[in-house]
């Protein structure tokens, strides 16, 4: 779909409360990429000086306020963030030395640059202010997001991003509902389709198998399936087979009632397969795929992160490459096709997920709400796993700046 076009916002002098003015030299050169010259030093956040466990989480109301550096750039006042396993992940360190080589390719900037380190990769909230060659959005514009790890997160009051991440809200969602989907959305929509080669138009009786069904991609996932006619079989716990059938999946299979393979190796054969488990279950699972037919197995649970974690870029990217195409080619001769799956940012997908959304055919499942002074217990509950549905952080209310 096309996305609407609207003009570019002029920001009146008057619109903004608590504003400072950016006539210094290093504010200036960015503002220059700005349609206004009004903005804020700084902002509450929580944020992490250094890897580790949920001590690390420090809040402080003295946050470097996002600047456009890109013509392309909206900054966006957060309204509510969503919680992901990756944002615990990358409290601990996880994917640093990837992370780090995409904020900095050259290498000009000192380790450690990255702190303080806002995390958070969902987001909704209201545009403040655009770029110059922003064309499809305008300040006061409802948008959510899903943010690139590489980026200042969503655990603030505002955050700068790319036009091509954003989308439009969701008309029929809160902010707090809306938050839930970006990362997820993302998610599913680069697994299933981008890899997988699913769309509304093939979908329709194919038979997919989603392997941890009832967490934020499981649950998302289930969803697009069904809308697009496809047959869902979900694994999951007992306790999370009547949520995982009102979403839409059609047969469950309970882990904890026996081995799931035999369970599952006693079913007709699947078109797709999406893991988000990991582990054993490569060992097994692709057995499960109808052989010859251009069936697809594809893993959220990469080692590519690990692998430059632990060996560095060159030869953790080296690594993996030889382990993916090991295991593509393995199993090539099988009949079925192997493939990794990544999370990629896209506004044009959350343009087609948000018309799915406001037609009913997708909801948001929110498991539970947490304030803004409330986010270590939201990582804490995030670190205990068992999840159904997201966990999300309402930060501001919509108009609070305006």
């Known amino acids: ?92 360190g996880y994917g640093a030395a990837t992370l780090s080589m995409k904020r900095d390719p050259l290498t000009i900037k000192q380790a450690g640059m990255e702190f303080p380190l806002i995390l958070g990769r969902d987001v909704s909230g209201v545009i403040m202010e655009c770029g110059l060659d922003v064309k499809y959005f305008k300040a006061r514009d409802e948008v959510c997001a899903a943010i690139p790890p590489w980026k200042q997160g969503s655990f603030a009051e505002f955050v700068v991003l790319s036009g091509n991440e954003i989308s439009l809200k969701p008309k029929s969602l809160s902010h707090v509902e809306a938050a839930s989907l970006p990362y997820v959305a993302n998610t599913a929509w680069s697994a299933l389709v981008n890899t997988g080669g699913l769309n509304k138009d093939n979908c329709a009786k194919k038979r997919i198998l989603i392997l941890g069904g009832s967490g934020g991609v499981g649950t998302f996932a289930i969803q697009m399936v069904k809308a697009w006619g496809g047959h869902v079989t979900v694994t999951c716990s007992q306790n999370a087979e009547r949520f995982v059938r009102g979403l839409g999946a059609d047969h469950v299979v309970d882990y904890t009632a026996g081995p799931v393979d035999e369970s599952l190796r006693a079913l007709e054969k699947f078109d797709l397969i999406l893991d988000n488990i990991g582990g054993d279950t490569e060992r097994w699972a692709l057995d499960l795929l109808k052989p010859w037919t251009g069936a697809k197995y594809v893993t959220l649970v990469t080692p590519f992160l690990q692998n430059t974690d632990l060996l560095g870029i060159a030869d953790g990217m080296l690594q993996s490459a030889a382990t993916m195409g090991r295991k593509a080619l393995k199993h090539l001769a099988k009949g079925v096709h192997y493939r990794w799956g990544f999370f990629a940012p896209s506004g044009p997908a959350l343009d087609d997920i948000r018309e799915m959304v406001d037609a009913g055919q997708i909801r948001p499942v929110v498991e539970e709400i947490f304030n803004f002074s409330e986010v270590p217990k939201a990582f804490e509950k995030m670190e205990k796993g068992h999840a159904r549905g997201k966990t999300v952080v309402q930060i501001s209310n919509p108009g609070d700046e305006f």
Request: with cysteine; hydrophobic share 40%.
């Open 1 to 92: 779909m096309s996305r609407p076009i609207h003009l570019i916002y002029k920001s009146s002098k008057s619109l903004f409360k608590n504003k400072v003015s950016c006539q210094s030299s290093v504010v200036s050169s960015h503002r220059l990429f700005s349609t206004t010259k009004i903005c804020w030093n700084i902002m509450p956040a929580w944020v992490i000086d250094k890897y580790g466990a949920n001590d690390v989480l420090r809040f402080t109301k003295n946050a470097a306020f996002p600047i456009i550096n890109y013509p392309n750039e909206v900054i966006v006042k957060v309204c509510a963030a969503g919680l992901n396993p990756l944002d615990v992940s990358m409290r601990g």
